[in-house]
């Protein structure tokens, strides 16, 4: 890449610069799949750049989560990763790149604390940022670019915290955001002229219409609805148990089976040295199966029931309460005894012969 083209003091068209607007502009940018991001790539293709798209694995994604959980019914199509669905509808190259293990430290360190629930969105736009305009540079992009707009998310899409992720990504001036560009400062892909500021948008606040009316405009009928969220970060559901695990351990680390193991699975902590994980169908039993190894696996003998998995270090009475805690969410609930099998980490089984515990001993507050 052409570094001195990309010298923000620089006011004169030298003839370097005439050389560079003949060819074609190539522009980075960051893809979820949702319309907004969608219609940025529109703009900048309908100006004839070349645009190609990055999309981060961060292993909160609840795409990939579902893709790889949920088998697709007969005749149905497996469920959608937005943004390559976005990047086959477009005809671009989208690249997918995988940050989780540099992710860690976003999630249980962000400078600019979480938003409603464990959503780090600030860190992770300007890690996002980062990342895409280190890519764009090593891969000759000429700058990167966005879907957002201003006034849309609580946190990372406000007028104040917009510049912040530019200038704390590194990429102050080199950062385009075509759906609200005109409520913004130029940036230099403008003030060069390798983007026609004119044919971008000046798009501002929560509405989403004008995006729709946009799309209509360009012809783009297939986008996910604003209402999927794709992150369970801001799941309330999943922040809870994230935080949970991190209390009981005392630490705020994770790695990659935790994160895993908390979108699957009713989790039930009866005290602060175990917690259990039960499925609650098929796919998630097969699931939880091949998460089995190191901890202990618990199912009912010979009658429909959940596999489950218990997390942390239980004592004998812990392992007895767990046994009739997962009969009591099998076909054999209402027996007065089962057979339970247990399988420690090692993978040592036994059978052990039990009675499910009556609803009334498990208490509301064991579900995290
Ligand atoms: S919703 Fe998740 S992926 Fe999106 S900015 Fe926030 S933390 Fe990052």
């Known amino acids: 890449m052409n570094r001195s083209r990309h010298n923000p003091g620089r006011k004169r068209v030298t003839k370097e610069r005439r050389e560079t607007v003949t060819k074609q502009v190539r522009a980075l940018g960051l893809l979820s799949g949702g319309l907004d991001s969608i219609l940025a790539c529109r703009v900048l293709m309908e100006q004839g750049i070349h645009v190609e798209a990055v999309n981060y694995y961060t292993g909160f994604c609840v795409q990939t989560h579902t893709r790889a959980l949920r088998n697709p019914e007969p005749g149905k199509e497996p469920a959608r990763h937005d943004a390559l669905k976005a990047s086959e509808i477009l005809g671009i190259e989208l ?26 969105c600030l860190d992770c736009k300007i890690f996002m940022v980062e990342k895409a305009w280190q890519m764009a540079q090593e891969m000759g992009f000429d700058f990167i670019f966005t879907g957002e707009v201003v006034g849309q998310r609580p946190m990372s899409q406000r007028s104040d915290t917009m510049p912040k992720v530019a200038r704390e990504g590194g ?30 948008f000046g798009f501002n606040g929560r509405t989403r219409k004008p995006q729709m009316a946009l799309a209509a ?19 309330e559901s999943y922040s809870r148990k994230l935080q949970d695990l991190w209390d009981h351990r005392q630490s705020k680390q994770y790695t990659m ?15 602060d040295r175990f917690k259990i994980i039960i499925g609650r ?35 004998d009475d ?16 209402n027996s007065d005894s089962l057979t339970m099998e247990i399988r420690s980490p090692t993978g040592a089984l036994s059978e052990i012969t039990t009675t499910p515990l009556p609803p009334q001993e498990i208490d509301d507050a064991w579900y995290v």
């Not at 405009?217 to 799941?235: K, N, V, W």
């Not at 812990?318 to 609930?333: N, Q």
């Open 95 to 120: 690249h997918i790149v995988d940050i989780a293990e540099e992710y860690v430290e976003i999630v249980t360190n962000p400078k600019y604390g979480y938003g409603k629930n464990l959503n780090p």
């Open 318 to 333: 812990d392992l007895a309460l767990a046994l009739r805690m997962v009969g009591r969410f099998g076909k054999g609930k």
């Open 281 to 315: 169908d098929q796919t998630e039993n097969g699931f939880l199966r091949g998460m089995r190894q190191g901890r202990h696996a618990i199912r009912a003998v010979g009658i429909p029931g959940p596999l489950a998995l218990v997390e942390g270090e239980p004592t």
């Open 217 to 235: 405009e360009l012809g783009i009928e297939e986008y996910p609805s604003p209402a999927g969220g794709c992150c369970f970060l801001t799941d």
């Open 171 to 200: 990429a102050t001036g080199w950062l385009l955001r075509p759906l609200c560009a005109h409520i913004l400062p130029e940036t230099e892909p403008e003030k060069q002229g390798l983007v026609d500021r004119e044919r971008l």
């Open 257 to 271: 089976d935790d994160i895993m193991l908390l979108k699957v699975g009713r989790h039930i902590r009866p005290n």
